[in-house]
């Protein structure tokens, strides 16, 4: 599979989670909110900087959920 497709796929996924998540964000707290946000934007960059591999895209959200945990305090 190209590169391009593989891009194409994790984007449609992570537009599909950030929707899904941002539907089910009625009941949760500021900080919650922030942790999920930060876990999508880290898994994004995480993908994007290591070409999309499944590792840098679990590290990427993993450490973005940290921080966005710690931002939304």
């Given amino acids: 599979m190209s590169t391009r497709i593989q ?4 984007g449609a996924i992570a537009a599909t989670l950030l929707a899904l998540a941002l ?3 009625s ?7 922030s942790t999920v946000a930060g876990a999508v934007v880290g898994g994004v960059a995480g993908s994007a900087m290591t070409g999309g ?5 679990l590290g ?6 940290v ?4 931002v939304g305090k």
């Fill in 7 to 10: 891009s194409f796929r994790l």
């Fill in 60 to 65: 990427g959200a993993a450490v973005g959920g």
């Fill in 53 to 57: 591999s499944t590792a840098g895209t």
């Fill in 27 to 33: 009941g949760m707290t500021h900080q919650e909110k």
């Fill in 23 to 25: 539907g089910g964000c």
């Fill in 67 to 70: 921080i966005g945990h710690q």
